[in-house]
């Protein structure tokens, strides 16, 4: 698995369909650099994250900053998910890039 650790690279790859990145990349470089990356319909996956219910505080009292949610769902540019995995303590948060 393929991943690409610098969001300043941006400018020296083709655009793919699919990119994992790092958990913190997102919050480094905030959205532009990612969706850069990534070509129109392709997708970024983040996994490591933990569902908003087994956060303390979970769906009624949230983290006042989540860098990762924030990228995902916080800009027009991704249709984003967050899957829960069955043991209900894990999740993943996949985005595709809207646009054509």
Do not use: C, W, Y
Not at 11 to 37: N, Q
Not at 59 to 77: C, I, L, V, Y
């Amino acid at each position: 698995m393929a991943t690409i650790t610098a969001p300043d690279r941006a400018s020296r790859h083709v655009a793919t369909p699919i990119l994992l990145p790092e958990s913190d990349m997102a919050a480094r470089g905030g959205p532009a650099p990612l969706l850069a990356l990534v070509r129109a319909s392709g997708r970024i996956v983040m996994d490591d994250v933990t569902p908003l219910r087994a956060l303390p505080g979970g769906t009624e009292n949230p983290p006042a900053h989540d860098a990762k949610r924030e990228f995902f769902f916080g800009t027009s540019q991704l249709v984003a998910a967050e899957v829960v995995l069955p043991d209900l303590e894990n999740s993943l948060l996949v985005g595709t890039k809207a646009g054509g």
